[in-house]
């Protein structure tokens, strides 16, 4: 049953579609060529308006963490808070990939060059 | 002369004997206050895993210290002895009392501000018989 209407479905569902695709392509250069489909385009582009939206989404969530914190001073001794700033291979992660502001970037890196020393925090991965 | 403060951190062989770290410890508070040092607290972090190998060992017994003098030649002894100590496998000294200033300074400078801002922004209530008046005629 079901794979003998198949067969129709198809054929049924592509006449409407083929229609009305037709209609849509019509009113689109009756309106203008271009103009009709740049506002579909418009409505595709809208994820492109979202991705913007996203972008821009991403930057207000750049705030720099220790001054949310109020921090006047970034404490060598615990390695859990410097962690995050680290790569996997244990480079320091750089101002822009963190919205760390510079004056706490400044302390940061002092604190991670301390805490490397004591065997706190990683120089490099180890293989 | 001012006096200084320094933050010291040791790390001992994974596996020494408390007794020993005890009595590394001790040296140290002896040779601190012999110079004319103070340790003003002591604390045993216990067995972390390093970051990295040193000694081809991956654990190590984290001692903490905090160490006020007024000249730096306490920490040339402490140094001297934390290397010749024979458990001691990594030993680190930092001067911190500039940094606490500094973070003394920022806060004090914070709460200023705080408590200049609700003057500015609400010098209403700052009186309170003219505000009774306003909340008695209201």
């Not at chain 1, 209407?5 to 054929?11: E, H, L, S, T």
């Not at chain 1, 582009?45 to 207000?60: A, E, Q």
């Not at chain 1, 320091?92 to 990939?97: A, K, N, S, V, Y």
Request: hydrophobic fraction near 30%.
């Amino acid at each position: 049953m079901a794979d003998e209407q198949a067969p129709q479905a198809p054929a049924t569902p592509a006449a409407p579609s083929a229609p009305s695709g037709h209609s849509a392509g019509p009113g689109g250069p009756g309106r203008f060529g271009p103009g009709g489909p740049r506002p579909q385009g418009g409505r595709p582009g809208g994820p492109g308006g979202p991705k913007r939206g996203k972008r821009s989404f991403i930057r207000k969530k750049k705030v720099c963490r220790f001054c949310v914190d109020k921090s006047d001073y970034i404490d060598y001794k615990r390695a859990e808070i410097l962690a995050p700033f680290l790569q996997e291979r244990g480079k320091i992660l750089p101002r822009r990939m963190t919205g760390t502001c510079a004056r706490h970037q400044r302390w940061l890196t002092v604190a991670i060059k301390r805490a490397q020393n004591i065997a706190l925090l990683p120089f490099a991965a180890e293989l | 002369m001012e006096e200084r403060q320094y933050d010291l951190i040791f790390i001992c062989r994974p596996d020494t004997p408390e007794a020993d770290v005890d009595k590394v410890i001790a040296t140290l508070e002896h040779a601190a206050t012999e110079k004319g040092g103070k340790i003003e607290k002591t604390e045993k972090w216990g067995r972390k895993r390093m970051a990295y190998r040193v000694q081809r060992m991956r654990e190590g017994y984290y001692v903490f210290m905090l160490l006020r003098s007024t000249h730096g030649e306490v920490v040339k002894e402490l140094e001297r002895r934390l290397k010749v100590a024979d458990p001691v496998i990594k030993y680190l000294t930092i001067r911190v009392d500039e940094e606490l200033k500094r973070q003394e300074k920022l806060k004090r400078h914070r709460e200023k501000r705080a408590a200049r801002r609700p003057r500015k922004t609400a010098p209403a209530p700052a009186v309170p018989s003219s505000g009774e008046h306003a909340a008695a005629q209201s």
